[in-house]
Protein backbone atom coordinates (compact mmCIF):
# COMPACT_ATOMS: atom_id res chain seq x y z
CA UNK A 1 0.00 0.00 0.00
CA UNK A 2 1.17 3.39 -0.69
CA UNK A 3 2.02 5.83 1.51
CA UNK A 4 4.28 7.00 4.39
CA UNK A 5 6.65 4.87 6.71
CA UNK A 6 7.63 6.20 10.00
CA UNK A 7 9.70 4.18 12.39
CA UNK A 8 10.50 3.79 15.12
CA UNK A 9 6.25 3.95 15.74
CA UNK A 10 7.18 4.70 20.30
CA UNK A 11 10.62 5.61 21.57
CA UNK A 12 12.17 5.89 24.98
CA UNK A 13 14.85 8.08 25.44
CA UNK A 14 17.02 9.28 27.95
CA UNK A 15 17.92 13.48 28.15
CA UNK A 16 21.46 13.89 25.68
CA UNK A 17 21.45 10.75 23.85
CA UNK A 18 20.78 11.05 19.92
CA UNK A 19 18.18 9.85 17.80
CA UNK A 20 17.04 9.68 14.63
CA UNK A 21 13.04 9.16 13.37
CA UNK A 22 12.78 7.85 9.93
CA UNK A 23 10.71 8.43 7.03
CA UNK A 24 10.26 6.94 4.16
CA UNK A 25 7.59 7.60 0.69
CA UNK A 26 6.63 5.33 -1.50
CA UNK A 27 4.51 8.41 -3.64
CA UNK A 28 7.58 10.10 -5.34
CA UNK A 29 6.38 13.47 -3.64
CA UNK A 30 8.67 15.78 -4.05
CA UNK A 31 7.82 18.23 -0.98
CA UNK A 32 8.28 16.43 2.61
CA UNK A 33 7.34 17.89 5.91
CA UNK A 34 7.93 17.04 9.49
CA UNK A 35 5.67 18.12 12.13
CA UNK A 36 5.16 17.36 15.98
CA UNK A 37 2.03 17.50 17.50
CA UNK A 38 1.80 18.64 21.43
CA UNK A 39 -1.62 18.68 23.42
CA UNK A 40 -3.55 21.76 23.35
CA UNK A 41 -0.92 23.60 20.86
CA UNK A 42 -2.00 21.43 17.33
CA UNK A 43 0.97 20.57 14.99
CA UNK A 44 4.05 22.99 14.27
CA UNK A 45 6.03 22.81 11.89
CA UNK A 46 9.95 21.51 12.45
CA UNK A 47 11.50 21.33 9.25
CA UNK A 48 10.69 20.84 5.25
CA UNK A 49 11.91 19.92 2.04
CA UNK A 50 11.02 21.04 -1.31
CA UNK A 51 12.67 19.31 -3.19
CA UNK A 52 15.64 16.18 -2.78
CA UNK A 53 18.87 17.90 -1.87
CA UNK A 54 17.18 20.83 -0.50
CA UNK A 55 15.71 21.82 2.79
CA UNK A 56 14.41 24.52 5.38
CA UNK A 57 12.96 25.68 8.75
CA UNK A 58 10.24 25.39 9.96
CA UNK A 59 8.57 26.73 12.87
CA UNK A 60 10.28 25.08 16.19
CA UNK A 61 13.25 24.01 14.32
CA UNK A 62 15.81 24.20 17.24
CA UNK A 63 17.79 21.04 18.45
CA UNK A 64 16.33 19.15 15.40
CA UNK A 65 18.29 18.56 11.88
CA UNK A 66 17.24 16.83 8.32
CA UNK A 67 18.55 15.25 5.16
CA UNK A 68 17.21 14.91 2.21
CA UNK A 69 19.99 12.83 0.34
CA UNK A 70 16.68 11.27 -2.46
CA UNK A 71 13.10 11.88 -3.25
CA UNK A 72 11.61 8.97 -0.43
CA UNK A 73 13.67 9.22 2.57
CA UNK A 74 13.45 12.04 4.78
CA UNK A 75 15.14 11.33 8.25
CA UNK A 76 14.94 13.92 11.43
CA UNK A 77 17.50 13.69 13.79
CA UNK A 78 17.86 14.79 17.43
CA UNK A 79 21.05 15.08 18.38
CA UNK A 80 20.91 16.21 22.17
CA UNK A 81 17.40 15.25 22.87
CA UNK A 82 15.48 16.99 25.77
CA UNK A 83 12.67 16.20 27.88
CA UNK A 84 11.00 19.30 26.10
CA UNK A 85 11.08 17.16 22.77
CA UNK A 86 8.87 14.73 24.14
CA UNK A 87 6.01 14.51 21.49
CA UNK A 88 4.56 12.70 18.39
CA UNK A 89 6.24 13.32 15.36
CA UNK A 90 4.65 12.92 12.27
CA UNK A 91 6.43 13.20 8.74
CA UNK A 92 4.45 14.45 5.89
CA UNK A 93 4.73 14.53 2.30
CA UNK A 94 2.79 16.61 -0.19
CA UNK A 95 1.01 15.92 -3.75
CA UNK A 96 0.55 18.57 -6.35
CA UNK A 97 2.62 22.03 -6.99
CA UNK A 98 4.18 23.99 -3.89
CA UNK A 99 0.99 26.48 -3.52
CA UNK A 100 -1.66 23.91 -3.92
CA UNK A 101 -1.96 19.88 -3.55
CA UNK A 102 -2.55 17.93 -0.57
CA UNK A 103 -0.38 16.75 2.54
CA UNK A 104 -0.27 12.90 2.84
CA UNK A 105 0.54 11.78 6.87
CA UNK A 106 2.61 8.97 8.19
CA UNK A 107 1.17 7.43 11.28
CA UNK A 108 3.38 8.87 13.38
CA UNK A 109 6.34 8.66 16.14
CA UNK A 110 5.65 8.90 19.78
CA UNK A 111 8.73 9.92 21.65
CA UNK A 112 9.63 10.19 25.31
CA UNK A 113 12.41 12.01 26.73
CA UNK A 114 13.08 11.36 30.28
CA UNK B 1 1.16 35.84 9.31
CA UNK B 2 -1.93 34.13 9.52
CA UNK B 3 -3.17 32.40 12.33
CA UNK B 4 -6.43 30.10 13.12
CA UNK B 5 -8.46 29.52 15.77
CA UNK B 6 -10.72 26.60 16.98
CA UNK B 7 -12.46 27.62 20.02
CA UNK B 8 -13.83 24.47 20.83
CA UNK B 9 -12.07 21.88 22.67
CA UNK B 10 -14.40 18.91 23.03
CA UNK B 11 -17.71 18.48 21.16
CA UNK B 12 -20.01 15.74 22.40
CA UNK B 13 -22.89 15.30 19.46
CA UNK B 14 -25.58 12.54 19.63
CA UNK B 15 -25.62 9.86 16.72
CA UNK B 16 -27.55 11.08 13.84
CA UNK B 17 -27.45 14.50 14.84
CA UNK B 18 -25.85 17.59 12.86
CA UNK B 19 -22.61 18.27 13.81
CA UNK B 20 -21.17 21.87 13.53
CA UNK B 21 -16.75 22.66 14.13
CA UNK B 22 -15.92 25.95 14.23
CA UNK B 23 -13.05 27.54 12.38
CA UNK B 24 -11.73 31.21 12.43
CA UNK B 25 -8.82 32.35 10.43
CA UNK B 26 -6.56 35.33 10.46
CA UNK B 27 -5.09 36.17 7.24
CA UNK B 28 -5.27 39.69 4.97
CA UNK B 29 -5.84 38.02 1.71
CA UNK B 30 -7.72 34.59 0.72
CA UNK B 31 -6.17 32.13 2.61
CA UNK B 32 -6.23 28.02 1.26
CA UNK B 33 -7.85 26.55 4.32
CA UNK B 34 -7.82 22.58 5.21
CA UNK B 35 -9.92 19.97 7.62
CA UNK B 36 -7.97 17.09 8.94
CA UNK B 37 -8.88 14.60 10.51
CA UNK B 38 -6.82 12.28 12.95
CA UNK B 39 -8.20 8.76 14.57
CA UNK B 40 -6.84 7.54 17.70
CA UNK B 41 -3.45 6.24 16.71
CA UNK B 42 -3.58 7.85 13.48
CA UNK B 43 -1.90 10.47 11.16
CA UNK B 44 -4.21 12.89 9.98
CA UNK B 45 -6.06 12.39 6.87
CA UNK B 46 -7.60 15.10 4.55
CA UNK B 47 -11.33 16.06 4.54
CA UNK B 48 -11.71 19.07 2.53
CA UNK B 49 -10.31 21.94 0.85
CA UNK B 50 -10.67 25.40 -0.17
CA UNK B 51 -8.17 27.48 -2.51
CA UNK B 52 -10.76 29.22 -4.77
CA UNK B 53 -14.34 29.24 -6.02
CA UNK B 54 -17.18 27.88 -4.52
CA UNK B 55 -17.06 28.75 -0.96
CA UNK B 56 -19.21 25.77 -0.33
CA UNK B 57 -16.87 22.41 -0.39
CA UNK B 58 -18.21 18.74 -0.52
CA UNK B 59 -15.35 16.66 0.86
CA UNK B 60 -14.90 12.66 2.12
CA UNK B 61 -17.33 10.78 4.59
CA UNK B 62 -20.06 13.60 4.44
CA UNK B 63 -18.25 16.69 5.28
CA UNK B 64 -18.74 19.62 3.81
CA UNK B 65 -17.38 23.36 4.81
CA UNK B 66 -18.09 27.15 3.82
CA UNK B 67 -15.51 29.67 3.41
CA UNK B 68 -17.25 32.53 4.86
CA UNK B 69 -14.72 35.98 3.77
CA UNK B 70 -17.33 38.26 5.91
CA UNK B 71 -16.41 36.08 9.16
CA UNK B 72 -13.26 35.30 8.47
CA UNK B 73 -14.64 31.17 9.04
CA UNK B 74 -14.71 28.07 7.84
CA UNK B 75 -16.58 25.86 9.82
CA UNK B 76 -16.84 21.73 9.45
CA UNK B 77 -20.43 20.42 8.32
CA UNK B 78 -22.17 17.35 8.81
CA UNK B 79 -25.68 16.88 8.40
CA UNK B 80 -25.97 13.30 10.45
CA UNK B 81 -23.41 12.40 12.53
CA UNK B 82 -22.17 8.65 12.91
CA UNK B 83 -20.70 6.89 15.69
CA UNK B 84 -17.39 6.03 13.57
CA UNK B 85 -16.92 10.15 13.21
CA UNK B 86 -15.60 10.54 16.77
CA UNK B 87 -12.18 11.62 16.27
CA UNK B 88 -9.84 14.97 16.62
CA UNK B 89 -10.59 17.39 13.64
CA UNK B 90 -8.16 19.76 12.24
CA UNK B 91 -8.54 23.11 10.87
CA UNK B 92 -5.45 24.61 8.73
CA UNK B 93 -4.66 27.37 7.02
CA UNK B 94 -1.81 28.51 4.55
CA UNK B 95 -1.06 31.21 2.54
CA UNK B 96 -0.95 31.71 -1.54
CA UNK B 97 2.79 33.31 -1.33
CA UNK B 98 4.30 30.72 1.26
CA UNK B 99 2.23 27.56 0.66
CA UNK B 100 2.75 24.73 2.48
CA UNK B 101 5.33 26.09 4.45
CA UNK B 102 3.54 28.09 6.40
CA UNK B 103 1.02 26.18 6.84
CA UNK B 104 -0.74 26.73 10.33
CA UNK B 105 -2.75 24.18 12.67
CA UNK B 106 -5.76 25.00 15.00
CA UNK B 107 -5.47 23.18 18.53
CA UNK B 108 -7.77 20.58 17.15
CA UNK B 109 -11.58 19.64 18.17
CA UNK B 110 -11.95 16.46 19.93
CA UNK B 111 -15.39 15.19 18.20
CA UNK B 112 -17.38 12.31 21.15
CA UNK B 113 -20.89 10.51 19.51
CA UNK B 114 -22.96 9.41 22.26
CA UNK B 115 -25.69 6.45 21.77
Known amino acids: IAGITQAPTSQILAAGRRMTLRCTQD?????MYWYRQDLGLGLRLIHYSNTAGTTGKGEVPDGYSVSRANTDDFPLTLASAVPSQTSVYFC?????????????FGEGSRLTVL | AQSVTQPDIHITVSEGASLELRCNYSYGATPYLFWYVQSPGQGLQLLLK??????LVQGIKGFEAEFKRSQSSFNLRKPSVHWSDAAEYFCAVGARRTGFQKLVFGTGTRLLVSP
Open chain 1, 27 to 31: MRHNA
Open chain 2, 50 to 55: YFSGDT
Open chain 1, 92 to 104: ASRSGTWNTGELF
